[in-house]
């Protein structure tokens, strides 16, 4: 969802661009994400576990959005070691080949709000504790301080931003491992009821797929940004439930059921998330643009244009 | 040095030891180090890379003291990916294999000062960030997120110290990329000088094993202490230069050298760092009790006992 929205923006602008994926089928990787621009770009099927593939690729590149990863915080936990291989060894091989090819590129990681785990006080600033509760924002927070580390020993110009909950047009609609406002707008085209554990208070982030591009190319366009972490949301809370009636509103009919929260609720998220975003407003312009309101409806509208290409 | 020291102690206590040692070139696995308790342990030529022989050792455990790690911060800048598999994927393993054997053994793992690198104030407390300048120091880093986040989603009964600068008998003397302290009591003992960079006023916080050993002994029987990480040092800074002559001091004849800092400053260590202790005494009835003086005149007359074991 992310890189191919970043690809579709940037070969507007103007950009030439390349676009490595590995296609892993739990992921989100989807060639119809390409649509309108698939002559205007190189694909390259890959994988950042790849080490000599990476290599070949970076003479030449100016920005490189370093998107590729596991992305389920749920199969992290069950997968450890994959989760290692691809999070963590990949971008040190990204990264070992950028400072092996002595490129001046534009680094921008994409980690995860992830990397704060349970949350100590809202809204989270660059500075909360890790209180990691996944492998997947354990690594996220390695990833991080790799990309750091090369900037500081070896110049190359990096910057991390910790996204928070990310949806919008292009996402996976397959399953509900991550993404669930998107998984919400499936089961609601698809009549079913959205269901919420308890009260439904919890405050998230949701933050639209451009706005979210938009931010990663203001940094990357910034000068003074390597070495840095930003967050990287709206700054504003909606409560889970409030999430799900305008899900629900977008395809009239949908049904919000509220039901007890599992027995078992360690790996079921709890607690609010806010991102504070002050950083990221005080070093450049961006800010973001679309309401949640309208997000959504932009959501539903592209799925239900293309729901066979994605169900 | 850590592991055959807290097996010495261990043994003297009456306990039942099993040593699992991959006893690399690089490090200092050395089998002289159980002089003395060789009949009495169990010893398993093995790595914790390999999960089968991690999972056969699990069983009948009490206490695991998870120290197995590439331990050079300089290694690790050169090949991050080998720092990735002992001191990421090795521990995931140790922890995947705690958590299937369903073990009630307390563990104790040996993270670093070096998850904080760049100091921003001393003494250093357990909230200071993390500001590594090392993939060691991501790894040990990632290595306590670990083990913290296998207590709360598991339940495993896990504690982590960051350590400081340990020094004493027993370390290997073969090269100077880890322990300066006891590499600069090789020089001595063969007459060469001990060269100082600068001024040498950079205080560090020297902990002679033994107090090492017991504190984490002190932690391991401690029953409140799981899913925390505490700060393993003396509390007290020692001017770098003055740990120099410490070491003359104690091997009559011994010069110390001024020179010049090389040009590129940034994989040499600068800057301060005391440990913050509070924690650590806070919590358990441990204190450091070897004053650097007695601490250095024990490690030179155990290598002047031992030398050829050593060198």
Redesign the interface.
């Known amino acids: 969802m992310i890189g191919s929205t970043i690809a579709q923006m940037a070969v507007q602008s103007g950009a030439q661009v390349t676009i490595l994926d590995a296609m892993l089928p739990a992921y989100g990787g989807n060639l119809f994400n390409l649509q309108g621009i698939h002559d205007a770009i190189k694909f390259v099927l890959g994988d950042i576990r790849d080490a000599e593939l990476v290599k070949s690729q970076i003479p030449g590149m100016d920005y490189i959005f370093s998107l590729a990863g596991q992305v389920s915080y749920v199969d992290s936990?069950t997968d450890?070691?994959l989760d290692?291989e691809i999070n963590?060894?990949g971008h040190?091989?990204v990264l070992?080949a950028c400072r092996q090819a002595k490129t001046k590129a534009r680094l921008i990681f994409a980690s995860s709000r992830f990397v704060y785990g349970k949350i100590d006080y809202n809204p989270v600033d660059e500075?909360h504790?890790?209180n990691?509760?996944?492998?997947y924002?354990?690594?996220k927070?390695?990833g991080e301080?790799?990309y750091?580390?090369y900037h500081?020993?070896y110049g190359l110009e990096t910057v991390s931003v910790r996204i928070a909950n990310p949806y919008g047009p292009r996402q996976q609609m397959k399953h509900s491992k991550y993404g669930i406002l998107n998984w919400f707008i499936r089961l609601a085209l698809e009549g079913k009821p959205l269901t919420i554990y308890g009260d439904g208070r919890q405050g998230r982030d949701y933050i639209f797929v451009e706005d979210l591009a938009e931010a990663m190319f203001a940094l990357g366009l910034a000068p003074g940004t390597s070495g840095q972490v930003y967050n990287l949301g709206t700054g504003t809370g909606t409560p889970f439930i409030e999430m799900a009636h305008l899900v629900a509103a977008a395809v009239p009919g949908t049904q919000v059921q509220q039901v007890e929260w599992p027995a078992d609720r360690?790996?079921v998220e709890t607690g609010d998330y806010v991102s504070d975003i002050g950083k990221i407003t005080g070093a450049v312009a961006w800010r973001p643009r679309t309401a949640l309101k309208e997000g959504i409806a932009r959501t539903v509208d592209y799925y239900r244009r293309y729901r066979e290409k994605y169900w």
Chains 1, 2 share one sequence.
């Not at 990691?132 to 492998?135: G, K, V």
């Open positions: 936990n450890p070691l290692l963590c060894k040190i091989q070992e500075g504790p890790f990691c509760l996944s492998i924002g354990i690594h927070l390695a301080k790799y750091r580390f500081e020993a360690y790996f």
